[in-house]
């Protein structure tokens, strides 16, 4: 059996966000100034608007809510002229609300007049190992004082003899299959 929550107590961010009051064709809160630019069927939802609403969604200049299996799905998009991927234009929104909307949802266009940069986060950069080539090390010297190359360029030359048989061994065990998975053994008809 399904339990009932009230939509009062859903809250999806970890941080709460700001509290949000619409006032016309506008949507304001503390120190956040939205334009209702978009209403289709009646989306737009103060309280859970406010419940899924992000600080990161300040960046955009275009907030898309869309409202799919009673929940509601916040997308942010930029203007036309700014050099970002296409797929964040807002002239591709009726891409986004036929590719990944429900068919017919209802859903919201916020304009945000002066969207904020967010001050960017110091990222962690992996460790780099020092990858060192083998082939340029400097033969060594034996107690006699007689340099090693030789003998290290016959092993190589070795390895690499080895190595050429084993790619030949394969690439004609690779051939035989081929040639059994087209012979077919066919019954004599009577």
């Known amino acids: ?55 990161i969604m300040l960046k955009f200049d275009y907030i898309v809510g869309d409202w799919g299996n009673e929940q509601l799905r916040l997308k942010g998009f930029y203007k036309d002229d700014k050099p970002v991927a296409s797929d964040l234009k807002i002239g591709r929104l009726d891409d986004y609300l036929l590719e990944f909307c429900n068919f017919g949802c209802a859903y919201f266009v916020l304009g945000n007049e002066n969207p904020q940069d967010l001050p960017a986060e110091p990222e962690d950069k992996p460790r780099r190992r020092r990858n060192r080539s083998r082939n340029n090390r400097k033969p060594q010297e034996n107690r006699n004082g007689n340099k090693q190359g030789k003998q290290a360029s016959h092993n190589q030359k070795q390895q690499k003899q080895e190595r050429q048989k084993r790619q030949d061994k394969k690439k004609v065990n690779r051939e035989i299959q081929e040639a059994k998975r087209g012979f077919v053994i066919r019954q004599k008809q009577r």
Do not use: C, W
Request: net charge negative; aromatic share 12%; proline share 5%.
């Open 1 to 55: 059996m399904k339990k009932d929550i009230s939509p009062e107590l859903y809250n999806y961010n970890k941080f709460p966000g700001p509290a949000f009051a619409r006032v016309g064709d506008k949507v304001v809160s503390e120190n956040i100034e939205l334009d209702l630019l978009l209403d289709h069927k009646g989306a737009f939802d103060q309280t859970a608007f406010g419940q899924r609403f992000s600080q």
